[in-house]
């Protein structure tokens, strides 16, 4: 009888623990993964206000950067000295992206700075570099030239309807994530009408970015994940240092592995869930 007893209280126990590996808290990001450039809708905005020559030689997100960094003053330098590093396409962001990600300044005074910046400077190509800070830092014009990445609508209806709960965390504007938000939900409605609501939790809208203590922290106070999925390696490399400073268990963490290839990165986040975590999908 004992015996008995005591294969049941086993079962018990193995039951809840598979319970736990198969239901997760997720944390997933919109860069690189839940949104991605519209390219063709993109190009005609370049083409209609800027240099088709520009277009058709340059690497214009490269030139995009060179510019911002170029009209960069002292006092952005001394700005981004003291703030985590932060990335966008694998690459350290300059002061105007800083900002907008911090949200320490509205979109509109934004745009308006770094284009009087560009004319007195003298850019190069400086049309065209205007229109692409007008895709990045104007929300209408952000909006048209953004989609959401169907693979990753499907991933997660999947995730939903195997009982995992899904959120939105990144660094990101917090204007342009509830855009971003909201095109999101409406694809998952139209997938599944009885989707669950994203939470979204961005640094624009907590005015700190991944890597400061107050980021992560609400994180984990808000939807303290057992999963989160960055879109680049430094920020792992952040999660894992807050763990240790806070002495608080980490989440457990996936880098999307590809570079403006959502899709991709949909594929490998499905199958390190599956083959790692052993997440039902």
């Known amino acids: 009888m004992k015996l008995n007893r005591l294969l049941l209280f086993l079962s018990l126990i193995v039951a809840f623990c598979d319970h736990q590996l198969q239901a997760a808290r997720i944390g997933l990001p919109l860069d690189s993964f839940l949104i991605e450039a519209a390219t063709s809708k993109a190009a005609a905005k370049v083409l209609s206000g ?28 001394e700005f981004k000295a003291h703030q985590p590093q932060a990335f966008w396409k694998r690459k350290l962001a300059p002061a105007a992206i800083y900002r907008s990600i911090l949200g320490v300044i509205t979109l509109d005074t934004l745009l308006r700075d770094v284009n009087e910046r560009l004319d007195k400077n003298n850019v190069a190509d400086r049309e065209t570099i205007k229109v692409l800070a007008s895709m990045a830092f ?12 169907p693979e990753a609508i499907n991933f997660i209806d999947q995730l939903q309807r ?11 504007n917090g204007e342009l994530a509830q855009k971003a938000r909201l095109k999101i939900q409406k694809k998952l409605i139209e997938k599944n009408r009885n989707s669950k609501q994203l939470e979204i939790i961005v640094s624009g809208d907590l ?3 991944i890597g400061q203590k107050e980021f992560h922290e609400n994180v984990m ?15 792992a490399d952040a999660w894992k240092s807050y763990s240790v400073q806070a002495q608080k268990p980490a989440p457990s963490l996936i880098i999307c592995a590809h570079v403006d290839h959502a899709s991709r990165n ?3 986040i499905r199958k390190e869930l599956k083959e790692k975590y052993n997440i039902k999908i």
């Open 50 to 77: 800027g240099s088709w020559w520009a277009a058709a030689t340059k690497n214009l997100p490269d030139e995009f950067f060179k510019a911002l960094e170029k009209i960069e003053t002292q006092e952005d330098i």
């Open 138 to 149: 104007n929300a209408k014009d952000n909006d048209e030239v953004m989609k959401v990445c």
């Open 162 to 172: 195997n009982g995992h709960d899904v959120f939105i965390v990144d660094n990101f």
């Open 207 to 209: 005015h700190a970015i």
């Open 221 to 235: 106070k808000k939807a303290n994940p057992n999963i989160v999925v960055v879109s680049d390696p430094h920020y």
């Open 266 to 268: 949909v594929d490998q």
